[in-house]
Structure formats: structure tokens, C-alpha cells
């Protein structure tokens, strides 16, 4: 019974590998992928969490702005 079984798997010999490099760029690519999955997770519309993301970094960088210049100045005028 033996004899059976190891007659019906493939030899070391025969399983075919890809070489170093095409298993890199492979390994690189799946990890891109679950990185994409993963920022994903949870969110309907990536596109719309870009925008939003990047108008907070702006109003972040404007308010910085402001407080090295001196914070913002507001005049108020009575007529």
C-alpha cells in the first residue's frame, strides 16, 4: 500500500519552481494587494476617504501656517 501512494505523488525532481526572482516579484505583489484590501476594509467609497484625508491635511498645514505667521488677526470695526 506503500508503494501505491508514493507512486501517485510527484518527485522533488518534478515540482516546478519559479526562480528567486520571479518569487519576489510575486511575494511583492501579494503583499501589495492585502495592503490595498486592508486599507479598504470597511470603507465604501476610497475615493471619497482620499478627499476627505487630503482636505484635513490641508486645513492642518493652512493652521500651521497661521500660527507661524503669528496666529490669525480679526479686526472688528463698530460703525
Known amino acids: 500500500m506503500g ?5 501517485c505523488r510527484p518527485s522533488a525532481s518534478e515540482v516546478l519552481t519559479p ?3 520571479t ?8 503583499a ?3 495592503r490595498a ?3 479598504a ?9 482620499k478627499k476627505m484625508q487630503q482636505r484635513a491635511e490641508e486645513m492642518e498645514r493652512r493652521e500651521q501656517e ?4 503669528g496666529g490669525a488677526t480679526l479686526k472688528w470695526t463698530a460703525d
Open 66 to 69: 497661521l500660527q507661524k505667521d
Open 19 to 21: 526562480d528567486a526572482e
Open 32 to 34: 501589495e494587494k492585502r
Open 41 to 49: 476594509r470597511g470603507v465604501k467609497d476610497p475615493e471619497r476617504v
Open 3 to 7: 508503494i501505491l501512494i508514493s507512486c
Open 37 to 39: 484590501e486592508e486599507a
Open 23 to 30: 518569487r519576489r516579484r510575486q511575494q511583492v505583489e501579494a
